[in-house]
């Protein structure tokens, strides 16, 4: 049997259409906005359009948005001090500073500046141990991993009890997902299992998955021999591998066989269209969350 698609195009849909919901209410209560700051340095192209994403979503959605553009030769000291400026500006909720930064700035001496509780892309310490902690202590959740978390609650899978297995060990996808489906709560109290390049029978792990989620960044690399019947299949990955010469655009494929994988597989998520379109969703969510809370609503 065909698995189901889990479409990430369609969740991210119904997110926003939420979070557009609780601004209005938030305003209608408060008469204030969620208020999210974008610091770009430089003018790295990839990085200006994930900018420029981010800005669009966050006014499509009625936030205040500050897009604080800075040079190229911005001091260290410049920035940080301007990260403060909006540490202590209550009209802004979210900090984001995208990255690279250029090599006269200390790309962690900048992050650890952002106040957490306005650290919205959650990769501050803090973040990361109140993550570790779990339940009201995850103040934020990391965008991707959040995000893959809430495709796996809203396909309707059961997690509860689940063998998870997590290919890959970065800090901003395969850690902090394994921890989060082992936590106590809803979408989670899985068993969680993280394998990577030096793990033994790969294939072995993964067979035994009932929630397979791999972010490795290797085109192909799950076959469909190594997914357990009727399993859900979270695939991270996104690998260029062409171009179209007609639109010019790049060819992505993930990390799972997919066209194989959907044939073994009970659920699935695309690439592109699966966990892509998830991440800017949740960076939006964190936002609301952080205003809700500056406000006294959760
Ligand atoms: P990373 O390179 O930091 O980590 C990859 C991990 O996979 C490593 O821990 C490594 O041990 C493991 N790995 C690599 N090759 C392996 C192999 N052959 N066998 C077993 N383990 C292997 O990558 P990342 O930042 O976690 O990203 C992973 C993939 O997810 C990339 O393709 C990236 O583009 C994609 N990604 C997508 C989103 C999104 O869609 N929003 C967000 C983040 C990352």
Redesign the pocket.
Known sequence: MTAEIISGTQIRKEILAEIKEDVEKMKEKHGKVPGLVTILVGSNPASQSYVTLKIKTALSLGFHEIQDDQPEDISEEDLLALIEKYNNDDDIHGILVQLPLPDQIDDKKVLNAINPDKDVDAFHPVNVGRLMIGGDEAKFLPC?PA?IQEMIVRSGTETSGAEVVV????N???KPIAVMMAQKGIGANATSTI???R?KD?AGHCKRADILIV????PD?VKPEWIKPGATVID????RVGMNEETGKAILKG?VDFEAAKEIAGKITPVPGG??P??IAMLMKNTLKSAQWALGDI
């Not at 290919?167 to 970065?170: D, F, I, L, Q, Y």
């Not at 972010?215 to 290797?218: F, N, R, T």
């Not at 991270?236 to 690998?239: A, K, Q």
Request: charged letters at 5%; hydrophobic letters at 45%; zero cysteines.
């Open positions: 991707t995000g290919v890959g060990r970065s901003i996808v395969g394998v990577h390049t793990t790969l972010a490795a960044g290797v690399l991270v990955g996104v690998n990390d966990v892509g998830m991440t």
